[in-house]
């Protein structure tokens, strides 16, 4: 069974940082492209960042870009997103994703078939 978990939310002052963790169980990461969503209440989700398959490529909403920074270790079947400078406007749950893609990039939009059940983010003083 194909497995997506967030970890590393929490709350958080703004100008801080948090670092969330996608571990994936079930299958293998190094095929997938892998996007970060968020959602935060009353407002539609949004595809904040995403990495290729092999690491090489990646993608920023203008919302986060220069702020927030993903990468992933396919052996220890982990990826990451380095949140910095938070602010309360990134008060959201966080959300991980799979899409198959042998090769080439990703996006921030369709195509993701497997989700993690989400990590809270709160950014407040």
């Known amino acids: 069974q194909k497995q997506l978990v967030e970890s590393g939310g929490g709350l958080v002052q703004p100008g801080g940082s948090l670092r969330l963790s996608c571990g994936v169980s079930g299958f293998n990461l190094d095929w997938y492209a892998i996007g970060w969503f968020r959602q935060a209440p009353g407002k539609e989700r949004e595809g904040i960042s995403c990495?290729?398959?092999?690491?090489?490529?990646?993608d920023y909403a203008d919302s986060v870009k220069g702020r927030f920074t993903i990468s992933r270790d396919n052996n220890q079947k982990l990826v990451f997103l380095q949140m910095d400078n938070l602010q309360p406007e990134d008060t959201a749950v966080y959300y991980c994703?799979?899409?198959?893609?042998?090769?080439?990039?990703?996006?921030?939009?369709?195509?993701?078939?497997?989700w993690g059940q989400g990590t809270q983010v709160t950014v407040s003083s």
């Open positions: 994703a799979a899409m198959l893609k042998f090769a080439g990039g990703c996006n921030l939009g369709l195509g993701y078939n497997y």
């Open positions: 990495i290729s398959p092999s690491g090489d490529m990646s």
